[in-house]
Every structure is written in structure tokens, then in C-alpha cells.
């Protein structure tokens, strides 16, 4: 079990109580905070979120939120964003023009280019880096690799070792992106049945060892 205290940030735009239950599950010490907060007892943080960049970045630095990141960033504190929350981690997104990201992963969100229906809603399988001890075992079947999602845009970071997996909906895009201790999913792995837990379990592994995402 896992023991690490991690920090949920709060920002009125995700449904963070299935996150907080998985990670609880996995023996993790939850706290959710909508104000900064000391990373002193933190060992983790997650930025999770559904809805717009746009309104999304107005709220986190409305409440502060992107200082507690910054700070999380600077500390090595390692730093999880889940669907919207991995593309707040980068600079900017077409769906909100002007608007800044927290350019934590340099790169830019833009819309998924696929004749296929947007958003995309339901199961795919991920291609993970080998490199990556985000990916499950070599020999995972199909089911170790299916993840939840929801979306209709997806980040295209500007280096290509920060690309951790990527995923097929009618036309390749990044499922997950990282460097050192940050790192996010396009994904829920809260939602992700077995897989989403071992990716979490994972993740909190790797938090508990003080270790990045090997990128």
C-alpha cells in the first residue's frame, strides 16, 4: 500500500471525488485544497478537470492554484494531470486563443484531426514508450492498456522524449506526456477499471521512490 500523502487541487471544474476514492483505494492520504497551501507534508499533487482551458486557467489563478503548482515544480514534488489538467500542464491551447497555460510542458493543445466523431467518448488502447515506468508489463493483453476517455482536444508537446504513449481515433495523438516529475493522461484512469488503477498504483510507486517518469 502506498502511504504517500497527495494534494488534489480544486478549481470547481472536475469531478475529483472518483480521483480521490481510486487513489484512497491504493492506500493513498488525500487532501483536496481550492487555496495554495504548503507542499511541506505533500508528497504529491494531482490537477484534475473536465471543461474549457479558457475558464479553467481564469479559476486556478483566480484561487492561486498555479502557485501551489510552481511550487510543486520547483520542489521535485511530482505533479499528476488527469484529462484537462494534462493540458493545462503546457502552454496553450487553441480552444481558448490568448489564454496561458501554466507552461510547465512546453507545447500547445489543439484539436483532435480525425474524420471520426468528437468528443471522443468511451475505451481505447494506448501505446506506451517501453521506456516509461508509467507502461504496464510487456507482455500486458489488450485490457492492461484500455483506458477511459473523454475529449476533443489533445497536447502535442514540443519534445518528443516527453511523449510517454500515444493512442489511435482516427488519426494518431498523445494519450500521456511527461518530463522528469510531472506528467498527465489524457485519460481517467479513475474510471479505467483494473487499468487505470495499476497506472495509478504505479504512479504512487514512483511518488513513494522519489523517482520521475524516466523521461
Known sequence: MSGSRVLILD?????LRSA????????????????????????????????????????????GLDRTIGDAVERDVPVLGICLGLQLLFDESEESPGVAGLGVLPGAVR???????????????????RDTPFAPPADAGTLDRAYYFVHSFSVHPEREGHVLGVCDHG???????????????????????????????????LVGEREGVGV
Not at 177 to 184: L, N, T
Open 20 to 63: 480521490a476514492k481510486a487513489l484512497e483505494r491504493l492506500g493513498a492520504s488525500v487532501t483536496v485544497t481550492d487555496a495554495p497551501v504548503s507542499l511541506d507534508r505533500v508528497d504529491a499533487v494531482v490537477l484534475p478537470g473536465v471543461g474549457a482551458f479558457g475558464e479553467a486557467m481564469r479559476r486556478i489563478r483566480e484561487q
Open 171 to 205: 488519426g494518431e495523438f498523445v494519450a500521456a506526456a511527461g518530463d522528469r516529475h510531472v506528467a498527465g493522461v489524457q485519460f481517467h484512469p479513475e474510471k479505467s477499471s483494473r487499468a487505470g488503477l495499476a497506472l495509478l498504483d504505479r504512479w504512487l510507486t
Open 111 to 129: 484539436r483532435l484531426t480525425t474524420t471520426r466523431k468528437l468528443p471522443q467518448i468511451g475505451w481505447n488502447t494506448v501505446d506506451w514508450r
Open 11 to 15: 478549481y470547481k471544474m472536475s469531478n
